[in-house]
């Protein structure tokens, strides 16, 4: 008779979690996903559960959860919250993730010009960062395939860049993340997903 082998959790996640998920939630609720009525939501749970999945702590996994919060709703002030609320070290992975902390979004650099300072500094962000900003980006370009096998190439007109740009940014993130010896299984996520994007074209 065989026994089941059971297994402890890595993490024991706390109510502070839960208080960041309702926070999130609340934080970007009329937000949707780019270029369709998604609630955005699903992103940031996907993006905490990659982190989970690839054994990160309860900061790391709450950062996750957050990690759009200061770039979409609100900059610094935003911010200055997630500090109190969630601690330093979470607010400090927050600010990595962010590629810009402007509170008025017309105030942003040009994509171009935030996605090349963003991978700058991912490249010599502390390893706190890492986990969190590849789940993200693995998250991010599995919505991309999808949205291709859904939508064509009409996909590419939602981006404020080229084909060839967002193509450049994702082969970027991968190099950085196996300099920074993110998980092997967010590399390979994210190499799979680049090569499926790859294999679209420009234009129907």
């Not at 309702?22 to 955005?40: E, F």
């Not at 609100?74 to 600010?95: H, N, S, W």
């Not at 017309?106 to 900003?133: G, M, N, P, Q, Y």
Request: glycine fraction near 4%; charged fraction near 25%; hydrophobic fraction near 40%.
């Amino acid at each position: 008779m065989s026994s089941r082998i059971t297994y402890d959790p890595h993490v024991l996640l706390t109510e502070k979690y839960s208080e960041a998920v309702l926070y999130a939630s609340t934080l970007h609720r009329g937000q949707t996903r780019k270029g369709n009525d998604i609630a955005y939501v699903s992103h940031l749970l996907g993006v905490s559960s990659l982190v989970l999945e690839a054994r990160g702590d309860e900061a790391q996994a709450i950062a996750a959860l957050l990690h759009d919060a200061a770039e979409d709703q609100g900059g610094e002030p935003t911010l200055d919250v997630i500090r109190e609320k969630f601690g330093e070290r979470v607010a400090r992975i927050v600010k990595s993730c962010s590629d810009s902390l402007a509170e008025n979004p017309d105030e942003k650099a040009s994509w171009l010009v935030r996605k090349t300072e963003h991978i700058a500094k991912l490249a010599v962000a502390d390893d706190d960062v890492i986990i969190v900003a590849m789940a993200d980006k693995v998250h991010n370009a599995r919505a991309i395939v999808s949205d291709l096998s859904i939508h064509g190439a009409k996909t590419w007109e939602k981006f404020n860049a080229s084909r060839e740009q967002v193509l450049w940014y994702y082969t970027s993130n991968l190099l950085v993340a196996q300099e920074r010896k993110a998980p092997r299984f967010l590399i390979d996520a994210l190499d799979r997903s680049l090569c499926e994007m790859r294999g679209f074209p420009e234009s129907q």
